[in-house]
């Protein structure tokens, strides 16, 4: 499998930056991420051997841009009395207001509508993503009712930090998928989603031998250390609407500042599927609310 980056790949117009930590920008520190190429695209055997050596599967053009960009519209349309995008702006352009933002406004509607909401509902199960793991795993599926939707705004100290996503998980099997959807394009410097290459491979050992306790403190905002705790980089990519992630339960991600100087927000989701047969995490059964101790 050829995952060799170009080094005129890796130029960017500034440093890339996590909670204050500045990325080595070295080709030995910072690649690509690799897409799946079009000849393995409906190849089920590619996809689960990809996997297995990637810890990623990273479609482009997955989904329709125009569905993604008009749930990226209905979701900034719903939170504008909020204060939250810049007066008579495009919605689907998701530009930052100036003046305050109501948060407690933010919270009721993102909580009791959005994540409530038919329009979301049907996006986590959207026909191709259903018939993806259906066919991925062999078997029907299991979405779980707890389903991440975050909007990031430009400046620092709001990035992911890094981590993987069986920590959180404990409860249930570690044969599940996370599907990470970019709502909108979302270049690097908006705040994108980053992977550390190899490390699903090194968390799954580790992870054998470790306390619970150990590996709930596992999260960690410097990202430049991690990279050279493993001697690996972080896999970058510039994601378009209609983009999908897909990444299991080991791989160790995080995210870089959100630096838009057009002040744009990044916008995005994060949903679980596994096998409807294996265990299940009950306490991942409920809706998604910041406050619900996960």
């Known amino acids: 499998?050829?995952?060799?980056?170009?080094?005129?790949?890796?130029?960017?117009?500034?440093?890339?930056?996590?909670?204050?930590?500045?990325?080595?920008?070295?080709?030995?520190?910072?690649?690509?991420?690799?897409?799946?190429?079009?000849?393995?695209?409906?190849?089920?055997?590619?996809?689960?051997?990809?996997?297995?050596?990637?810890?990623?599967?990273?479609?482009?053009?997955?989904?329709?841009?125009?569905?993604?960009?008009?749930?990226?519209?209905?979701?900034?349309?719903?939170?504008?009395?909020?204060?939250?995008?810049?007066?008579?702006?495009?919605?689907?352009?998701?530009?930052?207001?100036?003046?305050?933002?109501?948060?407690?406004?933010?919270?009721?509607?993102?909580?009791?509508?959005?994540?409530?909401?038919?329009?979301?509902?049907?996006?986590?199960?959207?026909?191709?993503?259903?018939?993806?793991?259906?066919?991925?795993?062999?078997?029907?599926?299991?979405?779980?009712?707890?389903?991440?939707?975050?909007?990031?705004?430009?400046?620092?100290?709001?990035a992911t930090g890094a981590h993987y996503d069986l920590v959180y998980l404990r409860e249930g099997t570690d044969q599940l998928l996370t599907a990470w959807i970019p709502l909108g394009d979302c270049k690097i410097e908006d705040?994108?989603?980053?992977?550390?290459?190899?490390?699903h491979k090194i968390i799954r050992e580790t992870d054998k031998n470790s306390t619970q306790k150990i590996q709930a403190e596992w999260l960690t905002k410097d990202l430049p250390a991690l990279a050279d705790k493993f001697d690996t980089r972080w896999l970058v990519a510039d994601y378009r609407a209609g983009d999908l992630v897909i990444h299991n339960s080991y791989m160790v991600h995080a995210s870089v500042d959100n630096t838009n100087k057009a002040g744009r927000l990044r916008l995005s989701t994060d949903i679980r599927y596994q096998l409807a047969e294996a265990p299940i995490d009950r306490r991942w059964q409920n809706h998604w609310h910041d406050r619900d101790g996960l």
């Open 1 to 158: 499998m050829n995952t060799i980056v170009r080094e005129e790949d890796l130029v960017f117009a500034a440093p890339l930056v996590s909670n204050g930590y500045t990325l080595d920008m070295g080709k030995d520190r910072l690649g690509r991420l690799v897409p799946v190429p079009e000849d393995e695209r409906d190849d089920r055997a590619a996809w689960q051997t990809r996997l297995a050596e990637q810890g990623y599967l990273y479609f482009k053009n997955f989904f329709d841009p125009t569905m993604i960009n008009a749930f990226r519209s209905y979701y900034f349309n719903s939170l504008a009395e909020s204060g939250l995008l810049e007066p008579v702006s495009d919605p689907v352009e998701g530009l930052a207001g100036a003046g305050p933002v109501d948060q407690q406004k933010i919270r009721e509607i993102l909580f009791n509508e959005i994540v409530k909401g038919k329009e979301y509902d049907a996006l986590c199960t959207s026909p191709e993503l259903v018939a993806f793991f259906e066919k991925f795993f062999g078997g029907p599926v299991f979405l779980h009712k707890r389903k991440i939707i975050r909007h990031v705004r430009p400046g620092g100290g709001q």
């Open 191 to 199: 705040g994108a989603l980053i992977y550390l290459e190899g490390s």
